[in-house]
């Protein structure tokens, strides 16, 4: 059975110093995994997505997340945070067992700090 | 413009009423869902639907009713309106591509008295 984890359910950062959301995953097959960014008010928006090619995924926003097969994780980076970058983030997974549904993980809420 | 469009965004009704969401999706999609956001449950999937004349429940179905009758609309109705149903609710569309990401709609906030 698939599952998600996000390993923080709040994480704060300074502006201007990285940013690391961590994502672990449960699957039977091969993957594909998600990041979905929600600010307040908002639907979610596709950050960036992994389907079976390059492990290190660039998404949009200067955001990238690196698939790790043996260590079942798809974490999300940027180099440095921007007060824009304040929301919610959700981990996403999905697997030729179930396309029909996709399981979210529980979201990380990014404060950034000035 | 494409894209995925939810009505209304804001809406106050009553225990016992009946209330329908609108979805409308511009990219032909094949499937389309419907999710519900609630603090301390994340997103709910409560209906969704692979193709027109086509739907299957999800996660949390009870008192909801879905219909497609063309690919592009899925609209969602609350047939006797409780204060749980109190949430907000997306919409999304796919590709039916399965490893295809859903494209999200801005919500609808719903509060019922």
């Known amino acids: 059975a698939q599952s998600v984890t996000q390993l923080d359910s709040h994480v704060s950062v300074s502006e201007g110093t990285p940013v690391l959301l961590r994502c672990n995953y449960s699957s039977s097959y091969s993957p594909s995994l998600f990041w979905y960014v929600q600010h307040p008010n908002k639907g979610l928006q596709l950050l960036l997505k992994y389907t079976s090619a390059a492990t290190l995924v660039k998404g949009i926003n200067g955001f990238e997340a690196e698939f790790k097969k043996s260590e079942t994780s798809f974490h999300l980076t940027k180099p440095s945070a921007h007060m824009s970058d304040a929301a919610e983030y959700f981990c996403?997974?999905?697997?030729?067992?179930?396309?029909?549904?996709?399981?979210f993980g529980p979201g990380t809420s990014l404060s950034v700090i000035p | 413009d494409a894209g995925i469009t939810q009505s209304p965004r804001y809406k106050i009704t009553e225990t016992g009423r009946q209330v329908t969401l609108m979805c409308h999706q511009t990219w032909s999609h094949s499937y389309m869902f419907w999710y519900r956001q609630d603090l301390g449950h994340g997103l709910r999937l409560i209906y969704y639907s692979a193709a027109a004349d086509i739907t299957d429940k999800g996660e949390v179905p009870d008192g909801y009713v879905v219909s497609r009758s063309k690919t592009e609309n899925f609209p969602l109705t609350l047939e006797s309106a409780t204060r749980s149903q109190t949430s907000v609710y997306f919409c999304?569309?796919?590709?039916?591509?399965?490893?295809?990401?859903?494209?999200f709609g801005d919500g609808t906030r719903l509060s019922i008295l």
């Open positions: 996403v997974v999905s697997d030729v067992a179930s396309y029909d549904k996709v399981i």
């Open positions: 999304a569309s796919r590709d039916r591509a399965g490893n295809q990401p859903q494209h």
